[in-house]
């Protein structure tokens, strides 16, 4: 196969990986970076001969007018199918109280008379109690409202008759909220919709809704500045879709203890029915088990008491979701076949109880825990020690999100939240994500929040959470291109800008200073050597 002449861009800063930044690790940069068949050739100078041999074969010149060239980034934490299929919900983030609610899903509900389905996003609790009764009179059709952390979901009562919700019972690790007569309010929370609402959800949906959701997610994730990511609630129907696009023209593209342990035997047969050497851009590397819940709801699993709060019902630790021998079977027996295992745990308990797990599982398989919103300084420490991933989301830090903490948690806590340097600084590889679409998936916000630990959300907001857990901006960049590869084995191909690699790369104006990077644009996207995305 003839080659072709391949594309050189210059006049601009490129990025140059850095393999172990910390908080004061400066950028280096290049000027100068040569591309040819989705492969990354040089990295470097303009004044360099391998520059100079690509201009004299006619490479295609593309000018950066000053602009920066960073690698293809991946989300290491997302809901692939929820993001798409959430890209046309009614949006509830701005409404302040019940009566705005109401209106905003009224108003989507006239806008939308052909849809089967009311579906609404980014409910809290402080706007309205999730009772049926509030939102029965909106329109017949069945509603679903997800809350922003997608941990609960408000039903009305013709989407309560379609579950037949009164004949569910709760799931392990789950509740349906019910009155006292045992008939379900509206409320669907934890494990009760990741395996009651999640999975009804995707199977009333349609082939083709769902290949639309997930080509909807890849059209907004390129002109995000992502080239990759990393699912964290693969569902059967899901992973079905994705095969069949994987077989179109497009080619890469973005319990009892029995059931359990035949979720992991079902997890074994899916990662090895496509492996990482004959599909390195879409395979299954591990499962991922939910330890706990999160903190607004007060499902975090903690070692003191949640204090009175908005959410707060009665004095409780929260309870972990996994008895921890089941738990320690069904990890063990997915780091003896070679999976990856990847542990949600946001309490101080739950994530005390995920390293135990983990603590005798190989490294080789790198696993993971996701969120590690409140871990104690032992733990963070212990991180690095076993060889785990941090795998972090800094949008969730956000201090305008955190407002109801002091209430629930008290000060003393509120100290140890989202300890982020204690990982890094503790050998801890990072892996940095935006768990969309629970929260924004813009690159630079996610960076901001972890190198200020400012509100993204609302700029105007003054609070700081924990100024002395920050990331510095080279090191938070590189957790969320690089750490995110390596975290899943693709730092071999992806990640970084280095020759012999993948050519994922971004282009961005933007200035390399932390209190300026909410100003910074994505300008185009390259996947694979080829332009994806252009503002």
């Known amino acids: 196969m003839t080659q072709s002449a391949g594309h050189l861009f210059v006049g601009g800063k490129v990025f140059l990986h850095a393999k172990q930044p910390g908080l004061e690790t400066e950028p280096q940069f290049g000027n100068a970076i040569y591309i040819r068949d989705g492969t990354i050739e040089h990295v470097g100078f303009e004044d360099d001969d391998a520059i100079s041999q690509c201009r004299a074969a006619g490479a295609v010149v593309h000018d950066l007018n000053g602009q920066t060239v960073l690698p293809g980034f991946i989300d290491g934490h997302i809901h692939l199918l929820r993001l798409g299929q959430s890209l046309s919900k009614a949006a509830l983030d701005h409404c302040e109280n019940e009566d705005d609610v109401r209106k905003a ?29 509030l939102v029965d009179d909106l329109d017949p059709r069945p509603i679903y409202v997800d809350s922003k952390d997608l941990h609960t979901t408000w039903c009305s009562t013709s989407a309560l008759k379609e579950l037949d919700a009164e004949n569910l019972e709760d799931p392990e690790g ?31 949906a349609t082939e083709k809704d769902r290949e639309d959701w997930i080509w909807a997610a890849v059209k907004a994730y390129n002109g995000s500045g992502y080239t990759g990511a990393i699912d964290m609630a693969m569902e059967e129907q899901a992973w079905e879709t994705l095969l069949n696009i994987r ?29 990482a050497e004959e599909s390195p851009d879409l395979h299954v590397v591990g499962i991922k088990v939910i330890c706990d819940g999160i903190v607004d709801a007060c499902t975090a699993y ?14 409780s630790t929260g309870q972990p979701f996994w008895e921890g021998d089941i ?3 069904v990890v063990h027996k997915a780091d003896a076949a070679g999976l990856q295992v990847a542990l949600h745990a946001i309490g101080d308990a739950a994530i005390t109880m995920a390293v135990d797990a983990l603590s005798t599982c190989s490294p080789l398989n790198r ?28 949008v969730h830090a956000d201090p305008w999100i955190l407002r109801a903490w002091p209430g629930l ?41 972890a190198t200020t630990r400012k509100s993204y959300r609302n700029t105007e907001y003054d609070e700081v959470v924990n100024y002395n857990f920050r990331l510095g901006i080279c090191e938070s960049v590189v957790a969320a291109s690089y750490g995110s590869a390596r975290s899943v084995f693709w730092d071999k191909r992806l990640g970084s800008l280095e020759k012999g690699k993948v050519a994922d790369l971004t282009i961005w104006d933007m200035e390399w200073e932390k209190d300026k990077l909410l100003s910074a644009k994505v300008k185009e996207t390259w996947f694979n050597g080829k332009k994806v995305w252009a503002a």
């Open 367 to 394: 696993h993971r825990m996701e969120h590690l919103e409140l871990a104690s300084a032992q733990d963070a420490k212990r991180l690095g020690e076993l060889g785990i991933t941090a795998s972090i989301q800094p």
């Open 302 to 315: 903690l070692s003191e008491p949640y204090l009175k709060g908005v959410d707060a019902i009665k004095s």
């Open 105 to 133: 899903i009224k108003n989507h509900a006239i806008a939308n008379p052909n849809e089967p389905r009311i579906l609404c996003k980014g409910w809290m609790r402080y706007m309205s109690k999730p009772l049926a009764s």
């Open 174 to 204: 789950g509740k349906i909220e019910r009155d006292a007569n045992g008939k379900p309010t509206g409320a669907f929370e934890e494990a009760a919709v990741f395996n009651i609402i999640w999975p009804f959800l995707a199977s009333v």
């Open 409 to 449: 948690l008290g000060s003393h806590r509120c100290e140890r939240a989202f300890p982020y340097r204690e990982f890094s600084d503790g050998g801890a590889a990072l892996a940095l994500g935006s768990d969309s679409p629970t929260s924004p998936w813009d690159i630079m916000g996610n960076v901001y929040v």
């Open 327 to 329: 738990l320690n079977a």
């Open 247 to 275: 077989k179109g023209p497009l080619g890469r593209q973005l319990p009892s203890k029995e059931d359990c342990l035949s979720q992991v035997d079902r997890a074994i047969e899916v990662h090895k029915q496509l492996s």
